[in-house]
């Protein structure tokens, strides 16, 4: 089929913003999986949260303390788990925890420990939930938003040669 038509940039540019907004949609959804937790209080066992992700959470919303949460492996240094994009409360037992940090890459064997970076006295109570599917649905959402953007680049590189050959066709045989 060829794409003679200017039309074809603009089909192009819908064409990215489909796969951008389809890639939002399903990206997004992968909060919810974070949104059906259930937060466990902290204590001094491990965790085991290999091939999922690890949120945290607190019970005492604390926006004036910088609070730092980190990942420690049973052999390894520990890891400083980055603060939560957007905030999520999740109520359990009659307890509403705020999400406040997420490991999107958990391992076997962490201990988590949190606390004010400046360490002031802390009277929060903190927990963490093993999340599945996460990480899956923010690459799922990138893999669309990345066909999307293959598929307009390819659109809009045919339609410009279309019209290109076609004008060049148009003048090779000249006026009749």
Request: proline share 5%; charged share 20%.
């Amino acid at each position: 089929m060829k794409v003679t038509s200017p039309f074809g940039y603009l089909a192009a540019v819908l064409v990215v913003l489909g796969g951008w907004v389809l890639a939002t949609v399903v990206a997004a959804g992968a909060w919810d999986t974070v949104r059906e937790a259930t937060p466990v209080t902290i204590t001094d066992e491990r965790v085991d949260a290999a091939g999922s992700s690890l949120a945290v959470f607190t019970d005492i919303d604390q926006p004036t303390l910088d609070i730092t949460c980190t990942a420690t492996p049973e052999d390894g240094e520990p890891i400083e788990i980055e603060e939560a994009a957007i905030d999520i409360a999740v109520d359990t037992d009659g307890r509403r925890w705020q999400l406040i940090n997420l490991l999107p890459e958990g391992q076997d064997g962490l201990a988590i420990a949190c606390a004010p970076a400046d360490d002031r006295t802390d009277s929060a109570s903190y927990a963490y939930a093993v999340v599945d599917g996460f990480a899956s649905r923010g690459e799922r959402g990138q893999a669309i938003a990345t066909t999307g953007l293959i598929a307009a680049v390819a659109l809009g590189i045919w339609t410009f040669h279309c019209r290109r050959t076609r004008t060049s066709t148009d003048q090779e045989s000249g006026p009749a």
